[in-house]
């Protein structure tokens, strides 16, 4: 079994300082236009994740991998935004034209299309737990139209976890990426196992993940008092007591967990609740079994739940624990869960920190696609 070290190892995230600036795939193609109100008609657009909608018909978001998709007729589309927190791609007919780096208050523009019907996919590549985006709408070019949003897809995941789900640090190439952008400019959720695999079934998803935090623990014992369970509940992460209305419309057929990377992978410290290993393994089966409770109260019985694992350094109180917490449920009757542990000898780990590369991400969702097709999902 190979190890991984130095795991998840930001505990939060802070809005970036950079000045808005636009990188583009297609120079001739984008063009800014600063300080533009944002207006949001939702029929014009689908969206994947939590977000909330805002007084002037805009939406609010902190969680990574969030995406706005809509339709467009002509030669041109307008993104408008106001973040000065994250990127984001842009993507026209399914291929990335443009990454929008923390472009702050802007309609950006991509222009120079075919005169056609266009697809327009907007997504959100960073995390920013503290810095709420905000997203706008499109809005065509002069003699062309937004046309009705594309219609929902019939399979839904959501993902729950840590850095490893949000994609931290996956586009570095280098375990140190403080000289090459520093983790947000080298993170991209969109090509993290989770969205690559809901891509690859045409599933809806939601990416609910939060770097650094544990079941009950985070990296290194950080940030005391909270955990993962603290902010899964909220659209917007930095809102205290704030609460996701979910809609009707979402119900996943299955959910991914990934959550105790950062509850072993670091020893304890003094002054932590847990005076021994035995003591956070017992918390953490408990605190896991109270999770699983609420996203079968949530979504019910039909939905699949995976907990999975994968290697830590020192340690297999992880993988242990979580198959234990399976077959637990197993005996008492809920036949609609399932193990899922994951490792192979290609991970190489060259992403920022230590963390999954992007080749490693291609890795991990093939297997999750394997582990998929064995589970009697009927969708």
Not at 78 to 104: C, E, F, H, M, R
Not at 180 to 186: E, K, P, Q
Not at 301 to 311: C, E, M, N
């Amino acid at each position: 079994m190979r190890t991984t070290r130095h795991l998840s190892r930001r505990a939060l995230l802070t809005a970036a300082a950079a000045s808005a600036v636009t990188a583009v795939a297609s120079p001739s193609q984008a063009s800014v236009t600063h300080h533009c109100r944002p207006t949001a008609p939702a029929a014009t657009f689908r969206t994947s994740g939590r977000v909330k909608k805002a007084a002037d018909g805009s939406v609010q978001y902190t969680w990574p991998g969030i995406a706005f998709e809509g339709r467009f007729s002509g030669t041109g589309v307008g993104i408008v935004l106001d973040d000065s927190a994250n990127d984001y791609d842009v993507q026209i007919d399914g291929k990335t034209v443009s990454t929008l780096v923390t472009p702050g208050r802007t309609t950006s523009w991509i222009n120079d299309l075919t005169a056609a019907e266009h697809s327009v996919r907007l997504v959100k590549r960073t995390e920013s737990p503290w810095g709420v985006g905000r997203f706008g709408g499109f809005v065509a070019a002069a003699g062309g139209a937004i046309l009705h949003a594309p219609a929902a897809r019939t399979r839904q995941i959501e993902f729950i976890g840590d850095s490893f789900t949000a994609g931290y640090g996956n586009a570095s190439g280098t375990r140190d990426c403080s000289a090459h952008g520093g983790v947000d400019r080298n993170s991209n959720a969109d090509l993290a196992f989770a969205a690559l695999t809901a891509k690859k079934l045409k599933a809806d998803y939601q990416q609910n993940a939060f770097s650094g935090r544990g079941m009950v623990r985070n990296y290194n014992g950080g940030e005391p008092g909270t955990d993962y369970r603290t902010y899964y509940d909220r659209a917007l992460l930095n809102v205290p007591g704030d609460v996701w209305q979910k809609p009707g419309t979402w119900q996943p057929q299955v959910v991914v967990i990934g959550l105790g990377i950062n509850d072993f992978s670091t020893p304890l410290n003094p002054g932590e609740p847990w005076a021994t290993q035995n003591d956070l393994v017992t918390a953490y089966a408990s605190a896991y079994h109270g999770f699983l409770d609420k996203l079968r109260a949530r979504y019910g019985t039909r939905t699949f739940l995976v907990v999975s694992a994968t290697p830590v350094s020192g340690t297999t109180a992880f993988a242990d624990t979580a198959q234990n917490i399976v077959r637990d449920r197993k005996t008492q009757g809920d036949n609609r869960i399932g193990y899922w542990y994951y490792d192979d000898p290609g991970l190489d780990r060259l992403g920022c920190d230590w963390h999954p590369s992007l080749h490693d991400h291609q890795i991990i969702s093939g297997l999750l696609d394997q582990y998929l097709a064995t589970l009697p999902l009927h969708w």
